[in-house]
């Protein structure tokens, strides 16, 4: 009996314990002492919003004083139900929930407006702006006055109903929520050295600050317009070059990763698709031309479509015109200049010091009517007959000139000489001068 009544007191020790232990973890739940503080950057696409959500489920689960977003954000780029399950979120959470738009600068327009109004407190840097909740989320615009159609700064959103306050740092804001009596007594007076008291956020007060992760950061980059659209021009450029230099190599493998990354962006931004057509016809334009070497007409296409597609491949966001002549510019000077250089380097060494090569036989693999391709030196070139002489697949052809990237030949027999292999025999005429005058002539002999 005593073994069992010895059992049965330590069982109920443990349990003692345990219960305590469970109530004081509750308790210091219940008075943590943390403030959230998230960053709320670019659009408002899904990685943002289940970012957002699960902070909020986290400082809510430990009971933290209050949880700050601090807003720089142009809008959204996710579905309508989406942003209202996180409206919803914020509206209903169990602990503080405030919005700060800063730093100085910053900007929350659309989406990210509305979530300055379902915020518990909100404030805005000095120089920010808030504005344009536009048609989304038509049953949250009610309380929201003519001014909310426009961008509002600083003093001004205040005075405007938009905001509660002015606060220039996020400290100061912090503050203010203590002022309203949004969060319990977080601060406290600190002497400065000149004698002045001022206030500060309390030793005993943890602030902490949240970001996303690095592969959620790329994946929120990537949802970026101008990301996705510069992503998109590297992509298809690299992909053109990898079909001309033949093989799967590194252009191919870059512009496979960058072309999945854009596809990703593309397909949360909202785009218009006849434009994304647009752009990759444009690319194929350019491809015509690229086997010629020269720039023609296909080339002109190409280069209208290209800037076409990009002016209206984004329906309701915008980019700036850095970005969009960055894209331009820079394909047009790639697909023009850099990639008829490689193109030329990846087939041998003919195109450096070319000269050499008038004059020297190759093959034709196709009739050339009067375009073909014959093989020289193992190669496949794009070749024209000179002066529209036929030549038929297999019978040999003299090469009299070189126009870009396709050759000019000429039958072995028949063909005009070309004015090219005159020039270089010329050098071969003062020899045979020579050779005359040492030898005497049948006249001066006799």
Known sequence: ???????????????????????????????????????????????????????????????????????????????????????????????????????????????????????????IAPGSRIGEFGDLLHSRNAGIGVEGNQLERGQDAVDAGLVDVMAPTLGDFLLAMEDAGVVEEISTQVEQADGLIQRAIADDISVTFSKLSLLDQLFHTVASPPVAYLLLLVGMAMLLLDFFTGGIGVAGGVGAISLLMACYGLGILDIRLWALIVLVVSMMAFGIDLQTGVPRFWTIVGSILLILGSLRLFASHSMSWLTLASGIGLTLAFVLSGM???????????????????????????????????????????????????????????????????????????????????????????????????????????
């Open 1 to 123: 009996m005593f073994r069992i009544g010895a059992v049965l007191l330590a069982a109920l020790f443990v349990f003692a314990t345990i219960g305590v232990s469970s109530a004081a973890s509750h308790t210091d739940h219940q008075h943590s002492r943390v403030i959230k503080i998230i960053e709320v950057s670019g659009l408002l696409d899904p990685v943002e919003i289940d970012y957002i959500e699960a902070e909020l489920q986290d400082a809510q689960r430990n009971w933290a004083l209050a949880i700050v977003l601090q807003v720089n954000s142009p809008g959204a780029a996710a579905d309508e139900q989406k942003l209202e399950d996180l409206l919803e979120n914020i509206d209903g959470a169990l602990v503080p929930v405030g919005v700060w738009i800063g730093q100085s600068g910053a900007t929350a327009k659309g989406a990210a407006a509305h979530l300055v109004m379902a915020a518990d407190y909100s404030g």
């Open 340 to 446: 008829p250089a490689l193109i030329r380097t990846r087939y041998g060494t003919s195109t450096l010091g070319r000269e050499w090569m008038i004059g020297e036989m190759a093959v034709a693999a196709t009739d050339l009517a009067p375009e073909g391709i014959v093989l020289f030196q193992n190669a496949q070139w794009r070749a024209k007959a000179n002066r529209l002489t036929p030549v038929k697949a297999g019978d040999p052809a003299r090469i009299v000139g070189l126009e870009g990237l396709v050759l000019e030949v000429e039958p072995e027999e028949g063909g005009a000489i070309d004015y090219r292999e005159m020039r270089q025999r010329r050098p071969s005429a003062p020899d045979s001068k020579e050779g005359d005058m040492s030898e005497p002539s049948p006249k001066n002999g006799s």
